[in-house]
């Protein structure tokens, strides 16, 4: 037997060795990485669809790069490559089968606006289907291939003004908040004519006039703050269905002054089950709750299936007979987790079952027979694929806590799935049913072959909480035993995300620093998702202190190794990162140097400038003007302790970065710059939080190049 694991162990040696390189990970290999996503099965599962983005040169400047995502096929028998079946300038996402495998649908932007084109798998140009004024975007077929389903967001205004959508010129019910008008009456439709010297209703035509050449911004909306910008906007998302072929208008589907987020025909096409916000009562911007609604397809007989105050009911899927539908639910509260129910379709409340599973869950996805449920859930570094038996209620897992599975679909004994994973960012693979008989279909990655890479170490501790706290230890990329190495802290935000093996995210950062000659360390502290309810709550009220100790006790224990310099530590981390980046260094000053990025350092200005600002209510339990509140937020705001920081610190944000706002960041600065602290400020024009994942591919490496530079400056002193 001991034989029998030490060749296994040296077969796995050897593999890593074999697939891993000699050329080092480069800052530019960032432009190399392709995704695969948007996996789609064809009806008789012999061919899947998929979606690849690709960094490509901007065509009109060559310095500049811009992202490209177009449709591929494969046939699922394992032979033969992927084929390319758009391309051009302009993407192509999102595909989905006509149900007799005949026709794809997918969506592409026209003129600022996504619509909905086909392609004949006999060939040919794809066809766009949708010229509607309003988009249309994430289609879906009905049963018989005869029509197309699709939402589009509708402003307020031009749902108040739509003859067709609205021809009773119909208002909401609910308070829209302006000072001064208690029935909403500003927001009717006016005959009245621009004049500044005019009548009352003259002048607010004027200034309506004014606000809509953007002369002036009028807030009146609770949640005023896009990801990018002020905004007065409020936009409804309603379904609308188009017919094959006649060059017919869309019908809608739903209507009124609320938003549905997701729907899903039955079986036999009659009905349509639709998850969403519909509230007569209360504003639009304020209510947090969903339900689940089922409408005749013709869009007439709208009722409630499931709907609770304090509740949130999503991702409502019907079953392939029509017998189920399966959904999460949860409470309102974003330090949460949903749990996954199933009722009969024309059943009751009461007849709900849930099935307990203590971890976020998405991509619900039935096989043919009805007799399982496919899932992906976060856990303990990976994206981990699974499986529902119906009829026991048990859960099976189907792929690795070391890999993510970003995108699948399942049909018959076919499973198609895309993957990231140390070995390579991105591939299309296939399997059996139960996730078996895996084989990589893809080659968009193999550039990562001639790379050296690192493979990280999983290893765990037990907090002061008696919790289990998992993190992973990467050396650098030629590492010697003889030799000391500088140590990256590498954070994750959230503060409620997971990252492991299986983050795709991190992928390239990670393995440059380690070409560069760095060891990196991350971990999941508390507060973390994909280990349950209890360790996600578990720093509440605690933002700073209990998940510093957890990082920086795996950085303790990766240095106890002994291959790493003591003197050479340093920290990065963005968005509730770079809050703990910045609080670890106002209280620890063992770093070389720290690099935060996009994030939050008071609490107090965060609820006003940041449109993710209910996370302060959520983890502190109130808002800043309550005393007991406003105590934990100076407590907790590392812009309190900004005297104690001494470490050499870049600071980087993005110049449209609305989530959590960038007044903060300069406000750090400026108290650092007062201090005379070695601290630069790096803003990226235009840039929004997204910067390191989808953001200009430039920003995207002069951040992270320039974080190598400011590391190995405070190096050469």
Known sequence: MKKIIALLFLFQLQFIVAQNGTEPVLLTDMLKIKTVNNVSLSPDAK?????????????????????????????TTGKGAPKQLTYGTDSATRPVWSPDGKTIAFSRVVGEKMQIFLLSMEGGEAKQITKFRYGAANPKWSPDGNSILFSASIPLKDLVRDSILNPAKSIPTWKMEKPGFEKNEHVSASTAKPNPNGSLSEIRAFLERNADDQKALVLNKLNF??????????????????????????????????????????????????????????NADRSQ??????????????????????????????SNSGK????????????????????PIDGTAKEIVTIPFDRNISDLTWSKDDKFLYFTAQMNGGNVL????????????????????????????????????????????????????????????????????????????????GMTVEYWVMPPSNFKTDQKYPLLLEIHGGP???????????????????????????????????????????????????????????????????????????????SYAG???????????R???????????????????????????????????????????????????????????????????RRTGFIQAEMLFRSLKVLDRPVEFVVHPGATHEITRNGDNRQRMDQMLRTYEFFQRTLEK
């Open 47 to 75: 061919l899947a669809a998929f979606t690849v983005t690709s960094i490509e040169e901007d065509d009109k400047s060559k310095i500049d790069y811009k992202y490209k995502t177009h449709i591929y096929t494969v046939s």
């Open 225 to 282: 703050q896009s990801e990018t910008n002020l905004s007065s906007d409020i936009n409804f998302n309603h379904f609308f269905e188009v017919s094959i072929g006649n060059n017919t208008e869309p019908k809608e589907i739903t209507k009124g002054f609320y938003s549905l987020s997701t729907a899903d025909y039955t079986p036999d096409g009659k009905q349509i089950i639709l998850s969403g916000d519909v509230d007569e009562v209360e």
């Open 289 to 318: 709750e969903t339900e689940i609604f089922m409408v005749d397809a013709n869009g007439s007989n709208f009722k409630l299936l499931l709907g609770e105050a304090g509740k949130r009911f999503s991702g409502a899927t019907v």
């Open 324 to 343: 189920w539908i399966v959904f999460l639910a949860s409470t309102t509260s974003f330090v949460t987790i949903p749990t996954l129910s199933l009722m």
């Open 386 to 465: 699974h499986k529902l038996n119906i009829a026991t209620k048990k859960i099976e897992v189907l792929s690795s806590v070391d890999a993510g599975i970003t995108s699948f679909d399942v049909n018959n004994n076919t499973l198609v799935f895309s993957k990231t994973q140390v070995s390579n960012p991105s591939e299309l693979y296939l399997a059996d049913a139960n996730g078996k008989k895996e084989q990589k279909s893809s080659n968009f990655n193999d550039w990562v072959l001639s790379k050296k890479l690192s493979f990280p170490t999983k290893k765990t501790f037990t907090n002061e909480q």
């Open 496 to 574: 409620s995300a997971m990252w492991g093996p299986g983050e795709a995210s991190m992928w390239h950062e990670y393995q440059y620093f380690c070409s560069k000659g760095y060891g990196v360390v991350y971990s999941n502290p508390r507060g973390s998702g994909g280990y349950g309810l209890d360790f996600l709550k578990a720093n509440i009220n605690d933002w700073g202190t209990g998940p510093s100790s957890d990082v920086l006790t795996a950085l303790d224990k990766t240095v106890a190794e002994g291959w790493a310099d003591k003197s050479k530590l340093f920290i990065t981390g963005g």
């Open 579 to 589: 809050y703990l980046t910045a609080w670890i260094i106002s209280h620890d000053n």
């Open 591 to 657: 770093f070389k140097a720290a690099c935060a990025q996009r994030g939050v350092y008071d609490l107090n200005t965060f609820f006003g400038e940041g449109n993710a600002w209910r996370l302060v209510p959520n983890y502190f339990g109130g808002y800043p003007w309550e005393p007991k509140v406003k105590e934990i937020l100076a407590r907790e705001s590392p812009i309190n302790y900004v005297q104690n920081i001494t470490t050499p610190f870049i600071i980087f944000h993005g110049g449209n970065d």
